[in-house]
């Protein structure tokens, strides 16, 4: 009886990673607990452990292959002295050694990108359909797989044409955010818990703790209400905080600092004490995490005045606009999204690419719907359009970037031009950030409107963990598209 | 508590005195404090004062004590009851009236009121509605002197009640681990509002709360601002000398109602009137003072001077206008 090793995923939101190198050769002896490879991501470095005894048999995937899909079998465990197929189609065993975090969920389940349209309940093995799934999405090209959609349409209108690009994941170029302002004003420092030795717990300060040492990258204990204080109190007294929240979830231990301190003593203090710090980290669904893992702060948010929100869906706008929210004198929720920290993009290659808060970004432009979204919704919004135009739908497609001050005026030109109007968040949607769009489109633009603005939200219940209920909970492309020929009256 | 053990508490062995000039100056600043607490409860009941007007009368001992031992720069935070901080601050105390009041030429142009002010001249840092968020605020001011290496200590006021909040222990915990320069001050005045401390601690020597994080504690009398004075010139000297956080529970006591709206049913009229006539920190110094020859006239000039200074501040806070509208929406952004 042999078993395949696979490849393990590392965290909810993996889909691929580096097997940086074996450590145990074919033909060498392990047990259950032996360490036999190490894999890479660019969030960790982790262990994989034999969960069986016997021989290693094969190794199917060398020591350095990059872009293993998560379940891909890497090797053959076989009993001592058996003889093994080249092809092997064995029960999955494979662990991974050691917890990340305690959002690691080490199952080989299936990370699907939110909106993908997997078939559901499906016969027979479901654990075993999905896996194969994963597999099937993940394995071709994978660099194709990160919204894929949108070579043009992340460019910032800001950029100067001619602009040369870099290739780079949202997570680098929030690191490169950081670490550009951090070189140019000596009074900007990062707080949070795991952000200095541990590297973030998304990687997303990576190599800043090495770069500007333990005064500048501050290790907290888990104290989100207390780092919180600490940093509006650092932040009144003149440095520019930029407090990581591990997950946005966390955030409402200390949102009592974000709104009663950050963002309301400017006005109490009459205009003499600003606040400028950044607040940020991952907001939203990330996979497989459930309810309390998983909620979209942005309308909660974005209802304060006091603060400035932003939330960007992909590497350029969330460099130009980090860089400009730790620039602010005032408070920032800066809104990221675990999913989207992964997926590449095209970055200007400017010495200091700083974007304007408060300005919406026509990501695609078109004549007859007008989606408008944020962060990851951007992604479904996409999709949709792709799908629409097939159908012979022309859409535009806004990115809103910044929540608050929410750029009204350009949503509204969209609208005046096409009559119609779906707005979508992954949020809630009672208050949403999708209901205050919808009502300023019908008092700013209602003579224009041909039909009654809709919207795709996440549904109207915690997030399950079950991952057929999770896709249900979150907005789909199917939804967005419907919702866009509604508008139009078609079917 | 200060009455059962007399006035002197432990952690005070010996009080040390002041000279002539140190016990003149605690008997001005306090009176000031005194006389403009006195008449902010006048201007709240004509209706002048609106909102929560918590009066700082019977505690005028901590802040001032704790002010003379401050040097220049040193920076103060403290929670609502902060018309005393930010007297003793050096702020002005028209300007302090006038926001009380709701006036324009106010510390926040009217737009905080009694409970938000802050004067960054002044190294007044609020002034915060928040019970409990002081401490993680003048812990981050205190992140800031660390981090710029000034030299420069916090002062971090806050209730007794206060110090049944979790964000406290967050920052006394941080505050240890990072050797912040701060000093923490319980204003132990026994009443959560209406509920009087053993109700609501499990451990009612404030002193010992940062012993789980090795912060020294010291409980006082912060009734007599001599031993208030030689306990933050010590605490000071600790977050000075970059030992990290002080830890002062000043046992104290407030006359007035925990607000003005405060019917003070949970306490006895004998009570209170004990500790006005057998521990008033100003008194204290009045009593001194007199024995040691200063005379009655100079106190009652140093008195009518306060009074002189009060009475400005109310004609000022009472004539000024009112915000224009147009203040609504400014200083929502910097």
Redesign the interface.
């Known amino acids: 009886m042999t078993v395949d090793v696979l490849m393990p995923a590392l965290s909810p939101t993996m889909e691929q990673g580096k097997l940086a190198k074996w450590l145990k050769n074919e033909g060498d002896a392990v047990k259950a607990g032996d360490v036999i490879a190490e894999i890479e991501t660019d969030k960790a470095t982790m262990e994989v452990e034999a969960v069986d005894e016997g021989v290693l048999a094969r190794i199917l995937v060398p020591g350095g292959t990059e872009n293993v899909a998560v379940n891909t079998p890497i090797a053959v465990i076989a009993e001592e002295g058996e003889e093994v197929a080249d092809t092997a189609d064995h029960a999955p065993i494979a662990r991974v050694g050691e917890e990340d975090k305690a959002e690691t969920q080490a199952e080989a389940a299936a990370p699907a990108a939110p909106g993908q349209t997997a078939p559901q309940d499906q016969p027979g093995d479901a654990n075993k359909a999905q896996a194969k799934a994963a597999v099937d999405a993940a394995a071709p090209a994978p660099k194709a797989t990160s919204v894929a959609a949108q070579p043009t349409a992340t460019v910032a209108p800001e950029v100067p044409e001619g602009t040369a690009m870099i290739s780079m994941t949202m997570r680098e170029a929030l690191r490169d955010a950081m670490a550009e302002e951090m070189r140019r004003d000596p009074s900007v ?1 990062v707080i949070g818990e795991e952000v200095a030795e541990y590297q973030g717990a998304y990687k997303v300060t990576q190599g800043l703790l090495q770069e500007f040492g333990a ?1 500048r990258v ?1 290790d ?2 888990i ?1 989100e ?15 520019r905080p930029i407090v990581e929240f591990m997950t946005f979830n966390f955030s409402m231990q200390a949102i ?2 974000i709104v ?2 950050a963002a ?11 606040c ?1 710090i950044v607040f940020r980290g991952p907001n939203g669904a990330a996979a497989r995490v459930a309810a309390q893992h998983s909620q979209d702060y942005s309308a909660w948010y974005s209802q304060v ?2 603060l ?1 929100v932003i939330s960007p869906s992909n590497a350029s706008d969330a460099k130009g606009l980090l860089k400009a929210a730790i620039r602010n ?2 408070p920032v929720v800066f809104l990221e999204n675990e999913i989207l920290y992964g997926k590449t993009s095209e970055v200007p290659a400017l010495e200091d690419f700083v974007l304007p808060i408060g300005k919406a970004r026509i990501a695609r432009p078109g004549k007859d719907v007008t989606l408008v979204s944020f962060s990851i919704g951007m992604t479904y919004a996409l999709q949709a359009a792709e799908q629409l135009a097939k159908e012979g739908i022309d859409v535009e497609v806004i990115d809103l970037r910044t929540l608050r001050p929410m750029d009204i005026a350009t949503i509204i030109e969209s609208v005046k031009k096409t009559g119609r109007c779906v707005a979508i968040e992954e949020g809630w949607p009672q208050c949403g950030v999708s209901a205050e769009i919808a009502m300023r489109v019908q008092q700013e633009a209602f003579d224009y409107l041909d039909a009654p603005v809709l919207r795709v939200t996440g549904k109207d219940t915690p997030m399950p963990y079950a991952a057929n209920l999770e896709k249900l909970a979150l907005p789909s492309v199917a939804e967005v598209v419907a919702a866009a020929k509604a508008v139009r009256y078609r079917s | 508590m200060v009455e059962e053990s007399g006035g002197v508490t432990k952690g005070a062995p010996t009080v040390p005195p002041f000279t002539r000039d140190q016990e003149l100056t605690a008997f001005r600043d306090m009176l000031l404090i005194r006389r403009f607490e006195e008449k902010a409860g006048q201007l709240y009941g004509m209706g002048v004062i609106g909102g929560f007007c918590h009066l700082y009368i019977g505690q005028e001992a901590v802040v001032v004590g704790v002010k003379m031992a401050a040097r220049d720069g040193d ?1 103060f ?1 403290t929670s609502y009851r902060d018309h005393g901080h930010m007297l003793a601050s050096g702020m002005e105390p028209r300007r302090v009236m006038a926001e009380l009041a709701g006036k324009r030429g ?7 009121g009694s409970m ?5 001249d002044a190294n007044f ?6 019970v409990g ?1 002081p ?11 660390a ?1 710029r290496g000034d030299g420069r200590v ?1 002062l971090t006021f806050f209730g007794e009640g206060a110090s049944n909040q ?2 406290v222990y ?2 006394f ?2 505050a240890a ?2 050797k912040l320069p701060v000093v923490f001050i319980v204003e132990n005045n026994r009443y959560a509002m209406g509920t009087e401390i053993s109700r609501a601690s499990a451990q009612i020597d404030l002193s010992k709360r940062g012993a789980a994080f090795a912060i020294p504690g010291k409980q006082i009398d912060g009734m007599d601002v001599r031993i208030v004075k030689a306990t933050a010139d010590e605490a000071i000297a600790w977050c000075r000398a970059g030992n990290g956080p002080y830890l002062i529970e000043a046992q104290t006591y407030r006359y007035r109602g925990h607000s003005m709206s405060d019917p003070a049913k949970y306490r006895s009229k004998e009570e209170v009137q004990k500790m006005r006539e057998e521990h008033d920190p100003i008194e204290q110094v009045r009593i001194r003072l007199i024995a040691d020859g200063v005379s009655e006239e100079e106190l009652k000039k140093i008195d009518a001077n306060a009074r002189k200074i009060v009475a400005e501040a109310a004609d000022f806070a009472m004539s000024d206008k009112e915000p224009d509208p147009a203040e609504l929406w ?5």
């Open positions: 420092f005064k501050v907290t204990p104290t209400y207390g780092f919180a204080g600490v940093g509006v109190g650092a932040a009144f007294a003149g440095l009592d600092h009663n301190s309301k003593t400017l006005y109490m203090s009459g205009g003499q004490i600003n400028p005045p006091g400035i004198d005032n | 920076q935070t106010g510390y926040s142009k009217g737009k905080g938000h002010m802050f004067s960054r840092y609020g002034g915060h509605g928040i968020a401490a993680p605020i003048g812990a981050g001011v205190a992140f800031a002197n981090y916090s979790g964000q967050e920052a915990n941080m681990l990072w400014t200083d929502v952004l910097a």
